[in-house]
């Protein structure tokens, strides 16, 4: 033992945060006390992001939203893919603590389902169900929403498949076997062209000409024309209502867990594996958890995402994905769902859009530097350097739970109390 | 054999490498009582309560807890069977509150479930609302009235060990093992702590296993005292006689004129 730090010593309140502190217990007093806010903001919520299109693409604040800030549909839709991939990713770094370095992994997984059951790759099958394409195409053509489900039980059984041998390793060890996976998997569909002589994958080519979502005939009937047929690279507000609404049960889901005995589960062996286990907890059962869970989500994004972007290559699934959706995690808030889609939506903002926006304010605001000031090409210098003030200044994150709070006041000196020799 | 042992441990061995940390030991707990443990720093106290709690497999020789063979079993499932047992170094969840804390360790005695909690059933929600009942329950039987919503590293270090107890109850255990419970605490703190651990044993019906250096403890509530010393059995028996036992007293000076 070597506790240095007397835990009897009372826990002095930092005195600089008064002001927002009792800005805060206000507002918290005003939710108990007005139980009608607990269904009204979610509800405006979501009522003014699905509204977007009519108030931020055009109508009254298009002139901040999509010509300043630059949220056009293709931005916007990119957001909400990405806002799903960290709220998946939260379960399994927020909540159980798995520090999951390949999670690109499961969101090309999903997009290949998509690949093998929606598409003509496999031209020389002809099976078909609930089929919304014009035509009767060549290959394996399940229904879309059929397909985004197979995509979430593929990735399960994938995760669950990584993670029996995986989710033994601890901290480092762990990130570094992911870090693996998430190579090895984009690895294994850019040589799935020519398995014991079956084309799985199509190889570099990729996969093209994917099914798109769609309700058919009959729904597109029965609703007055208000589910469309199938969607189409031209009318992309649909997509874009498509991916919210699996963004609002990904974010269901989040909470409901988060509640639950698993999700206690999750915090107590982020916590403490050893005492969580004393203490009934099965450590690989609620690891597998997690791990399965986040990759679910993964699964579901890819498979719109591949759909949405008609193409699905091995390039496409890099590196880089895994670690900028652990970013959002961790600049958002970790553990904390808010946090999350807030880092979500700010750091996909700036990867496909606000960067090259701010590169043409900079441009604008310098008289004579033309287009020579490319602030996007900076994108990972950019990105590095704000983690690291994130580090520094805010290491719980944008919006953290109270439980991240409360782990960072300490600082460091608390953990001393454990005894790692156990 | 004697009449009803809730835990039997036959010839438990542990080797590290070289060191043998346990040395085939054998050590019974009668049903209902309050037994002790004691012995030297470095007598393989600790790795012992480990090997019972399914931490550690034993090297040789076998567990028998409650009419079920538990050594290889991992510590979860040694809990699920009726084993709770507390941390020298507290080992809570330091940023859960008291009551999660609580909530966590009655894992294996609810069903939950991920789909039922999703959709949360009306079983699922009788289910935690009876958990948070007996939680709360718990608690304040445990001193920690109106701690509960209080993050664990927040609570006195008095109240830690408390709730280390609490949470440890939560899992239903009919055997508790407290390993060195009063470390740290002052006279005062300790007697309160001696009169809740056989409140425990009256009320709640519960075998305990306490591994202990402040001899007061120790005298005051074993029914029987095991020593230990370089992982062997030195001395078993009342507290009286381990009090006159000669090997005890060696092994005892033996440390206190090295220290």
């Known amino acids: ?422 | 054999m004697a009449v009803d042992n809730i835990l039997e441990a036959i010839q438990v061995r542990k080797e590290f490498g070289g060191l043998i940390a346990v040395n085939d030991v054998d050590f019974v707990i009668p049903r209902g009582s309050i037994v002790s443990l004691i012995g030297p720093n470095g007598a393989g106290k600790t790795t012992f309560f480990n090997i019972l709690t399914g931490v550690y497999t034993p090297t040789a020789g076998g567990v028998i807890f409650d009419g079920n063979a538990i050594s290889g079993l991992p510590p979860h499932q040694v809990t699920a069977l009726g084993m709770a047992r507390t941390f020298q170094n507290i080992r809570l969840f330091h940023n859960m509150t008291a009551l999660e804390n609580v909530l966590v360790a009655m894992h294996s005695r609810i069903k939950g479930g991920v789909w039922r909690s999703i959709f949360r059933t009306p079983a699922l929600k009788r289910e935690e609302e009876g958990a948070h009942a007996r939680g709360r329950e718990l608690l304040e039987f445990s001193g920690l009235r109106g701690r509960d919503h209080a993050f664990a590293k927040n609570l006195a270090y008095g109240d830690q060990r408390r709730l280390e107890v609490a949470r440890a109850l939560a899992t239903g255990p009919s055997l508790l093992l407290l390993d060195e419970p009063t470390a740290g605490m002052n006279p005062e703190e300790t007697a309160n702590f001696t009169a809740f651990v056989a409140k425990l044993r009256a009320e709640h019906d519960i075998t305990v296993l306490l591994i202990e250096h402040d001899m007061r403890v120790v005298m005051g509530i074993s029914d029987r005292v095991t020593v230990l010393d370089y992982g062997e059995k030195i001395a078993e028996g009342l507290p009286k006689e381990i009090q006159h036992d000669e090997r005890v007293i060696e092994a005892y000076l033996g440390t206190a004129a090295t220290a």
């Open chain 1, 1 to 422: 033992m070597s506790d240095k730090a007397s835990p009897q010593a009372p826990k002095a309140e930092g005195p600089r945060t008064s002001a927002v502190s009792s800005w805060r217990s206000s507002w918290s007093r005003f939710r108990r006390e007005h139980q009608w806010t607990r269904w009204a903001i979610p509800l405006a919520v979501v009522v003014v992001a699905f509204s977007y299109p009519w108030w931020g693409l055009e109508g009254p604040l298009s002139f901040v939203f999509n010509d300043g800030l630059g949220i056009d549909n293709d931005t916007l839709f990119n957001m909400s893919i990405y806002v799903m991939l960290a709220l998946g990713l939260n379960v399994v770094v927020g909540y159980a603590g798995l520090l999951d370095l390949g999670y690109v992994a499961f969101f090309a997984l999903g997009a290949y389902t998509l690949g093998w059951f929606g598409s003509g790759l496999f031209s020389t099958r002809d099976i078909h169900f609930l089929d919304t394409n014009a035509a009767r195409l060549p290959g394996i053509h399940l229904s879309f929403w059929v397909v985004v489900l197979l995509a979430g039980v593929v990735c399960a059984f994938a995760g669950v498949l990584i993670g029996w041998p995986t989710l033994r390793l601890r901290g480092d060890y762990l990130a570094i076997v992911t870090l693996g996976f998430g190579e090895i998997i984009p690895d294994i569909f850019r040589n799935g062209d020519d398995i014991a002589g079956h084309n799985l994958t199509n190889g570099v080519r990729g996969v093209t000409q994917l099914d798109r979502p769609g309700f058919g005939e009959a729904l597109n009937g029965a609703t007055g024309g208000i589910l469309p047929v199938r969607y189409t690279s031209l009318e992309l507000r649909p997509w874009y209502f498509t991916v919210l609404a699996m963004v609002l049960v990904t974010i269901f889901v989040n909470l409901r867990l988060r509640d639950s005995k698993m999700g206690r589960a999750w915090i107590a062996v982020r916590e403490d594996e050893i005492a969580a286990s004393a203490m009934g907890v099965p450590l690989m059962r609620t690891k597998l958890w997690a791990y399965g869970i986040g990759a679910i989500f993964g699964g579901f994004a890819g498979a719109v995402y591949g759909s949405f972007i008609n193409g699905i290559f091995p390039v496409s699934f890099s590196f880089q994905i895994s670690v900028i959706v652990l970013v959002m995690v961790i600049v958002g808030g970790m553990g904390n769902i808010w946090g999350v889609i807030a880092g979500a939506m700010l750091i996909s903002w700036l990867n496909f859009r606000g960067l090259d926006k701010i590169g043409e304010w900079v441009n604008g605001a310098i008289p004579g530097s033309g287009n020579d000031i490319a602030i996007a090409k900076y994108k990972f210098g950019i990105f590095g350097a704000l983690l690291v003030v994130m580090m520094l200044f805010r290491p719980e994150g944008l919006i953290p739970s109270a439980r991240r709070k409360a782990e960072f006041a300490e600082g460091e000196g608390q953990a001393t109390l454990y005894d790692v020799r156990n």
